[in-house]
């Protein structure tokens, strides 16, 4: 993962407060910390490689999970308005472990994505829901938006 390349589309400037990088689903700088570093590379692997369009795409989505207010890093959602995709990002540093599968899973119940993915930057893990069957896989990779 790397947000300083030279041919990059990330936007990072310094502040008073630190380093911001520019969100192109929010619309609006936000701190660059290691795992939102994550969350840009990611967002725009989705639109650039697998053409994912960015309308359909919210970061930081509040829910509310058994009375607790919840946010979904980035939610992706089908052409009516239906939740497509749900994304949880950690720092590099962070081991992607069952716990925080459970933490996309309690999500879900709410939302009810047909895909989770979950990342930091080195590994990433996508699963296809089968809502009739009661049963998910993981998949390969994630697949481009015109095969969800």
């Avoid at 992607?96 to 930057?121: E, H, M, P, W």
């Amino acid at each position: 993962m790397e947000l300083n390349s030279p041919n990059d589309k990330f936007k990072i400037k310094e502040t008073e407060k630190g380093r911001v990088i520019f969100d192109c689903l929010r619309m609006k700088y936000v701190p660059l910390t290691p795992e939102e570093g994550v969350r840009q590379w990611f967002v725009r692997y989705l639109i650039d490689e697998l053409k994912y369009p960015q309308a359909l795409m919210n970061n930081e989505i509040g829910i509310v999970q058994n009375g607790i207010k919840r946010r979904c890093d980035t939610v992706v959602f089908d052409r009516t308005g239906s939740p497509l995709m749900i994304v949880e990002y950690k720092a590099p540093e962070v081991k992607i472990t069952q716990k925080v599968f459970d933490q996309i899973y309690r999500y879900n119940t709410v939302l009810r994505a047909g895909y989770l993915v979950v990342s930091n930057g080195g590994a990433c893990y996508c699963a296809k829901i089968d809502y009739e069957k009661g049963t998910y896989a993981f998949l390969k990779s994630v697949p481009p938006y015109e095969a969800l």
